[in-house]
Structure formats: structure tokens, C-alpha cells
């Protein structure tokens, strides 16, 4: 595409950018000198069209904290192999994981790979620069006694079918949260996950006023301030998961003493109010360190595990359990571990088969 051409395109798409453009030409700054930190700032704003608010506000962190304060006033056409590397080096002098510093990477080969779609010079051996090894990741599973010892103290509270929920069927934080008593189904003993609670961005910060800043055809339902329930990210995400019998008499239980939510939540803020993840965290917290639990990291330290590694213990519990993938796909949700649409089709006889196995090595009560 010629100079010309990209000038006509971007003056049709952006005409605010193209004016900025024409603005600089009559002062007679080339078209090519546009430096990182004004590309960045517009590629944010065509993010904001298109993206998932989680996946934008990530990419925003990497462009704020990362790119521009390493090299923001570098034109594109005159960015190196060595400026990528730099952004690279600043992450991992901060002590960001490798794979925090590979999704760094990976967001800044995205922007550059846009500038060029939008006319822009950007040495094309610059945009394949590698990306730094990820590394392994410092996620852990519970053993079997460790989890056994969490449920042990779960079991006394009073809304223990949420953590059964998190670590035999593999639920995620938000999944949990954004679970109504609509998608459970006690007759039949199934639940069907298909929302998640998370808080999306206001369009202006603080102002409520102002709306949410979500792209086109995102699908939402506002409940109260910034908490919408959204739908999960992948297609693998929807799904029915039969609950095994402990599991479906304790929620039977809960429903009886829950808190009353204007949303129809199961599981809640003291209140019925939408709960939030900190307070999440908070109880899984509080649960791990009255079990004593720890888990060890590949450097020999030992630490509390994390909510999200309740999810890592059932995919790994299953897995060791001689699950199919299929079936481990099915109740999970994982979409790394599906190639195809066919964990729609798992046996749900099988997928409690699987349950059950699980829930007999933890030593829940069936």
C-alpha cells in the first residue's frame, strides 16, 4: 500500500488521526516519524471496539507501564530489534515472571503488526523479533491430603458447597460467583455454568454516569455499580456439570439459609449483594491457613495456595484419575484441552462417573 493509499484509508476510518496526520505534514514532519507513544495511544482506543474489558485492560498495563516508559519516543520506522529487547529487559529487571514477560512480548508484536494494517512503517524484522522463553509456570495443584485437610475445614462452614464447587468440579473464581440458583438444577443434579461476575470499566473513571466501556456485541447483564455478569471467554467455557450427591444435598442445604439476592446469586456478600473477588480470596484465605496448608514453588519456598489452584487440583485430580479428555474438558471448561465441539457431547453419566471418582479419593461424603 502506497503512502497515499494509507493516508485515504486512515482519513476514512479515523478522521480525527488523519487531521493529526495532515497537521504534521504541514509542519513538515514526515508521516513515518509517528513515535510509539501516539501510535499506542490510538491503538488503545481501537482496542476499546473490539477487545473483551479484561483483555483491554491488560493490553493498557503493558502499553502504560511497559512500552512507552521504554520507548515511547521511538518512531516506528525506526524501532530495532534492540528497543523490543529493552522492553523485554525493563519487565524482567522489575521481576515479572517469564511468561508475564512473554504476554508483555506478545502484546507489543500485536501493536506494531496493527500499525502496519493501518499504514504505518515498521521494520518487518523488528516485528519478528523472538519472544523470550515463557518459562514454567508457578501454578500448583493440591496433593490429595492437602485437599482432603481444606474440605476438612470447608465442610464447617456454612456455605461449604462453594469450595466443594471450586475444587472437585473445577469451577473458576468468577464462574463461582456468577453462578444463579436459575442454572441449578437439584431434580436432575446438574448445574450449567455459562456466566461469569466480573466489574467492567466505566467509560470515564469514577463516574458512573458515564457507562461502560465494552466492544460491539459483548454480551452483559448489569446487576449493581461496575458488577455485569459476562459470558465466559471461550465457547469451551458454557457447559452442564452433574453435581455429585454431597454436592446436591449441600447446596439443597444452602438454598435454604443463603442470603437473599436480588440477582438470584448462589453464593454471596453477607448481604445478597454480588461478591466480590477480593472478598472471595478472602475466604478461601482464611480457609487454607486454618487447614494449614502450604505448597511448595520450584525454588524450595513454601506459600498459601491460591483460589485459582483449587481449579488446578480438580483438572489435575481428574486427569490422574484416568479421565478422558473429552470428559475432563466437559467439566472444566478448559478450552486448551479441546481440538473440537465434542466435549458438547461428554456423557453426563460419564462426566459424574468421573465426578465421583474424584469426590471418593477426597473423601466427601456421598
Do not use: C
Amino acid at each position: 500500500m502506497s503512502r497515499r493509499e494509507a493516508l485515504a484509508a486512515l482519513a476514512r476510518r479515523y478522521p480525527e488521526e488523519y487531521r493529526r496526520i495532515y497537521a504534521a505534514l504541514k509542519d513538515g514532519r514526515p508521516v513515518d516519524e509517528v513515535t510509539v507513544t501516539e501510535w499506542a495511544e490510538q491503538w488503545l482506543t481501537m482496542r476499546e471496539r473490539i477487545v473483551r474489558p479484561g483483555s483491554l485492560a491488560a493490553d493498557k498495563a503493558t502499553v502504560t507501564k511497559w512500552i512507552i516508559p521504554t520507548v515511547g519516543a521511538r518512531p516506528l520506522a525506526g524501532l530495532q530489534r534492540s528497543d523490543i529487547r529493552a522492553v523485554h529487559a525493563a519487565a524482567e529487571t522489575a521481576g515479572l515472571a517469564a511468561s508475564s514477560v512473554s504476554r508483555i512480548h506478545a502484546v507489543t508484536m500485536k501493536m506494531l503488526g496493527d500499525a502496519v494494517d493501518e499504514g504505518h512503517d515498521v521494520p518487518e524484522r523488528t516485528r519478528r523479533t523472538p519472544s523470550p522463553a515463557v518459562g514454567v509456570s508457578g501454578r500448583q495443584a493440591l496433593t490429595v491430603d492437602a485437599a482432603r485437610a481444606v474440605l476438612r475445614v470447608a465442610m464447617e462452614r456454612p456455605d461449604s458447597s462453594r469450595w466443594v464447587a471450586a475444587i472437585l468440579q473445577g469451577m473458576r473464581p468468577a464462574e463461582a460467583r456468577g453462578l444463579r440458583w436459575s442454572a441449578v438444577d437439584l431434580d436432575r443434579g446438574t448445574m450449567t455454568i455459562e456466566w461469569q461476575l466480573k466489574p467492567l470499566p466505566y467509560r470515564h473513571p469514577r463516574r458512573p454516569d458515564s457507562g461502560f466501556r465494552v466492544p460491539r456485541g459483548f454480551e452483559s447483564i448489569h446487576l449493581t455499580g461496575s458488577q455485569h455478569l459476562v459470558r465466559p471467554k471461550t465457547a469451551s467455557g458454557v457447559r452442564v456439570v452433574p453435581l455429585v450427591p454431597w454436592l446436591r444435598t449441600e447446596l439443597a442445604a444452602w438454598s435454604a439459609i443463603a442470603p437473599d439476592s436480588p440477582h438470584g446469586l448462589v453464593w454471596t456478600q453477607a448481604d445478597g449483594q454480588p461478591l466480590w473477588d477480593t472478598t472471595d480470596r478472602d475466604r478461601w484465605n482464611a480457609i487454607v491457613e486454618a487447614a494449614d496448608v502450604w505448597v511448595t514453588q520450584a525454588d524450595g519456598t513454601r506459600r498459601r495456595p491460591l483460589l485459582y489452584e483449587a481449579r488446578h487440583t480438580a483438572a489435575t485430580l481428574l486427569m490422574q484419575s484416568g479421565v478422558d479428555e473429552t470428559t475432563l474438558t466437559a467439566i472444566v471448561g478448559h478450552s486448551k484441552i479441546a481440538s473440537t465441539a465434542a466435549y458438547l457431547h461428554a456423557d453426563e453419566s460419564r462426566k459424574l462417573a468421573a465426578l465421583t471418582l474424584v469426590a471418593e479419593q477426597l473423601g466427601v461424603a456421598l
